[in-house]
Nanobody, 123 residues
Framework: QVQLVESGGGLVQPGGSLRLSCAASGSISMINVMGWYRQAPGRERELVAAHTRTGSTNYADSVKGRFTISRDNAKNTVSLQMDSLKSEDPAVYYC?????????????????WGQGTQVTVSS
């Protein structure tokens, strides 16, 4: 069973930085796509950034130039460095993985979610 454990959320002042991390476990050989989504109150969950196993990255327009996604394939971890945080960035941030090669069961095309971590931007 795949589990995602997130860390790094919290309270930061406008213009500040936070780093989110997510570790995937569960007999995983390789993960196709690892990413971060966020959901603010009253809004739909939206993609923040994604990173494929081949190195391609994709960012929401609202975070380009401020957020950086990175992953460690050997450790099955993905991180999101968030700089220049703004008042529109507060949300619950969710780690997401899609497409997992499993040591025991081969390829699993499903997506999995972490439990979410709160990011608050306030002075």
């Amino acid at each position: 069973q795949v589990q995602l454990v997130e860390s790094g959320g919290g309270l930061v002042q406008p213009g500040g930085s936070l780093r989110l991390s997510c570790a995937a476990s569960g007999s995983i050989s390789m993960i196709n796509v690892m990413g971060w989504y966020r959901q603010a109150p009253g809004r739909e969950r939206e993609l923040v950034a994604a990173h494929t196993r081949t190195g391609s990255t994709n960012y929401a327009d609202s975070v380009k130039g401020r957020f950086t996604i990175s992953r460690d394939n050997a450790k099955n971890t993905v991180s999101l460095q968030m700089d220049s945080l703004k008042s529109e960035d507060p949300a619950v941030y969710y780690c997401n993985v899609v497409g997992i090669w499993n040591d025991d069961r081969g390829f699993d095309p499903r997506g999995y979610w972490g439990q979410g971590t709160q990011v608050t931007v306030s002075s």
